[in-house]
């Protein structure tokens, strides 16, 4: 089976590329996908559809063209794993993980040690927490292994 692997959340590391290049060298049987990562393309998403002086409604349309995307993918993966960083607030990774938990989707949390107080509910309805991508790697070799 090829397992399809969904990566939300903080984009100013190089945690996509770890996990995706830990799941290379094992040979594991997963396609990954993900949101843009790209945020000033992100964040003109909306344009295409009309400028906005209101940065609120420039925002709102972009983030309605994103959500697209994201609930698409969300919808088809098999697992999440959903990256919280340190330097930025991830709202929406937040709020994927809440759409992976209402559609009954296994994710896995990625974060440091010092917030896992904030994120409690979150990793309470998580099926793993991990602190490193190298653990993502570990969990989805076991997950996706024949045995």
């Not at 896992?116 to 998580?126: M, Q, S």
């Not at 190298?134 to 997950?143: F, G, N, P, S």
């Amino acid at each position: 089976m090829n397992w399809t692997v969904y990566l939300s959340g903080e984009i100013h590391t190089d945690w996509r590329e770890q996990i995706m290049q830990g799941a290379k060298q094992h040979n594991l049987p997963i396609t990954f996908t993900s949101a843009v990562t790209d945020h000033e393309a992100s964040d003109a998403a909306g344009d295409v559809l009309g400028d906005n002086d209101n940065p609120f409604w420039r925002d709102h349309q972009s983030a309605k063209v994103n959500a697209i995307r994201t609930k698409t993918l969300i919808q088809k993966c098999d697992i999440a794993i959903i990256r919280f960083g340190d330097k930025y607030k991830q709202w929406n990774a937040a709020f994927d993980a809440g759409y992976c938990a209402a559609l009954g989707k296994p994710y896995i949390t990625l974060h440091d040690h010092d917030i896992i107080h904030p994120l409690k509910e979150v990793d309470a309805a998580a099926m793993a927490w991990a602190q490193t991508p190298e653990q993502v790697i570990e969990v989805l070799k076991y997950t996706t292994s024949d045995c």
